[in-house]
């Protein structure tokens, strides 16, 4: 399987916790993106990195919310102290910045988290 | 700012039944893409389309098209025939500051009862 992949699927903390999300993008895809999706909504754009640089982050990304991509391949998305706002489905998204597929986002299936 | 809007919260049909999707957009960019995703139960979404604004002719894909009309910012898309397995939420999205943001509307709940 070539596409976008996250980890975990599903992840239920209780309130005060912290938690990591994993996304591992198509292999040649340099753009990746995290959004976020409550229910019903659509999804909210969080930050997004090219290569392993952090170039975007929305007003939504508290400081609770920390993102990396060190060596420009995978990325984590970490939450301290969970907040019962912050359930929601967290979407991964890789993009290549050249050829036929330019600036499309190919999106992961999303980790839902629950905090209690 | 950028905006897309997506009147229609919940559509049902019956299957064979024809339906379109609107999308309303704002852009102060003289040139945008626009993209259509599906959002099926399984969580996953799926790309549709991107389309370019320089580019205002229909486009039509197996029994899905879409029509994109610049002069009233609305890029809707059409299903023909509708299946079951079109059942799904549909999301219209904008990309925003060189494209790499995308703002999503709020999404088209489509159910296709057998």
């Known amino acids: 399987d070539t596409g976008v992949s996250q980890d975990p699927r599903h992840k239920i903390t209780k309130r005060g916790q912290n938690v990591t999300f994993r996304c591992d993008p198509i292999s040649e895809h340099n753009r990746l993106y995290w959004y976020r999706q409550t229910l019903g909504q659509g999804p909210e754009f969080l930050t997004y990195?090219?290569?392993?640089?952090?170039?975007?982050k929305s007003r939504l990304l508290s400081d609770r919310f920390s993102a990396e991509r060190p060596k420009g391949s995978f990325s984590t998305l970490e939450i301290q102290r969970t907040e019962q706002g912050d359930s929601a489905m967290y979407l991964c998204a890789s993009s290549p910045t050249s050829g036929v597929s330019y600036n499309e986002q190919f999106f992961g299936p999303g980790t839902r988290l629950t905090v209690l | 700012a950028q905006k897309v809007t997506q009147a229609q919260t919940e559509i049902s049909v019956v299957e064979k039944e024809d339906v379109t999707l609107d999308c309303v957009y704002e852009?102060?960019?003289?040139?945008?893409?626009l993209f259509w995703y599906k959002q099926p139960p399984s969580g996953e979404l799926v790309f549709l389309i991107r389309?370019?604004?320089?580019?205002?002719q229909n486009e039509i894909s197996g029994r899905y098209s879409w029509n994109f009309q610049k002069s009233t910012s609305s890029f809707n898309f059409t299903i023909t025939a509708s299946q079951v397995v079109d059942s799904a939420v549909y999301f219209c999205?904008?990309?925003?500051?060189?494209?790499?943001?995308?703002?999503f509307g709020g999404g088209t709940r489509l159910m296709v009862k057998p």
């Open positions: 852009t102060r960019d003289t040139t945008y893409y």
């Open positions: 999205a904008l990309p925003y500051n060189a494209g790499n943001m995308l703002t």
């Open positions: 389309r370019n604004s320089f580019d205002e």
């Open positions: 990195f090219q290569n392993e640089a952090q170039l975007e």
